[in-house]
């Protein structure tokens, strides 16, 4: 039995396909929460999904066990599902997919996905991800957008994002990316940035600032009312909660005071700087050395 199992085979055109992973590329939740936000407002459906067990190592990417309201007790796997929402006006018609980053067999994996891609007449690839940065949560959310193509297709010609010069490590966006390319399909990457000090589950105001960068690539209308009021209460409570953290407060200054020259310049450091100067802040909150001082404690 193939590992892509279908419930539907709808009929899209002039499709743009999103897509985003939880993991490593979706910090605060923010990247899938962004495409579910989407999908539950505009009642996409769910027409096929990915079995997880050739991708997955489950000692690293383990079931949930969760509580029913029924009593019962529910297991669930990691998820990789596509959802489908066609255009009444003979706009673009979108194709959604939110899984989670495989641990096995990308090529596999990917390969599955072209095959859905490859059905749904996908003029354009969108990947949404989010990371941690060294960004202030007193600033407005930073999302950078990406693309290798200087022309991602007709309706598309205002959004002229960046060429990526990141060398490194890859994820399984740049992997499908370069999968899709192989038919000639133009992809675009939106990144959220989220403060990397702040543990929080969810971040909205991120969201909120991702879906406000995706609506120029669709014709879906969305409404982001009750978003931008959840952003605003996290935000409130966040002020509160870091209100007497003053070493967190003084890291905040110097993050904001580069955050301003960046948005002024148009230009950001190089990560090597952000380690740095993390790591120079956090020397300077523990204070000067002893140089007797072993490790040891014996008292």
């Given at each position: 039995m193939s590992a892509l199992q279908y419930?539907?085979?709808p009929?899209?055109?002039n499709s743009v396909f999103l897509a985003a992973w939880g993991g490593w590329p979706d910090a605060a939740e923010s990247a899938t929460r962004s495409l579910r936000e989407l999908a539950r407002q505009i009642s996409a459906t769910?027409?096929?999904s990915i079995d997880p067990e050739e991708f997955y190592d489950f000692g690293e990417?383990?079931?949930?066990?969760s509580n029913e309201s029924d009593g019962s007790r529910k297991l669930s796997w990691p998820k990789n599902e596509f959802y489908y929402w066609k255009a009444d006006d003979g706009g673009r018609d979108l194709l959604i997919f939110i899984g989670i980053e495989p641990n096995l067999k990308w090529r596999t994996y990917t390969d599955l996905i072209h095959k859905v891609v490859s059905e749904s007449d996908t003029k354009i690839l969108v990947t949404v991800g989010a990371l941690l940065d060294s960004v202030p949560h007193t600033r407005s959310p930073r999302v950078t957008g990406s693309s290798l193509n200087p022309d991602l297709g007709p309706g598309f010609e205002h959004i002229k994002y960046v060429i990526p010069n990141y060398?490194?490590?890859?994820?399984?966006?740049?992997?499908l990316m370069d999968r899709l390319s192989e038919d000639t399909?133009?992809?675009a990457s939106i990144w959220g940035h989220s403060p990397h000090y702040l543990q929080v589950a969810q971040n909205p105001t991120l969201t909120h600032a991702i879906l406000s960068e995706l609506q120029q690539f669709i014709s879906a209308p969305i409404d982001l009312t009750k978003?931008?009021?959840?952003?605003?209460?996290?935000?409130?409570n966040l002020v509160r909660a870091l209100a007497d953290q003053q070493e967190i407060e003084g890291y905040v200054k110097r993050l904001e005071e580069r955050y301003d020259s960046e948005e002024e310049f148009h230009q950001s450091p190089e990560p090597a700087a952000?380690?740095?100067?993390?790591?120079d802040f956090l020397r300077q909150q523990r204070g000067p050395e002893d140089p007797t001082d072993d490790g040891d404690n014996d008292d």
């Open positions: 419930t539907e085979h009929f899209l055109t769910k027409f096929a990417q383990r079931p949930v066990i060398e490194g490590p890859s994820g399984i966006t740049s992997v399909i133009p992809s978003l931008a009021e959840e952003a605003g209460e996290f935000d409130e952000l380690v740095q100067e993390l790591e």
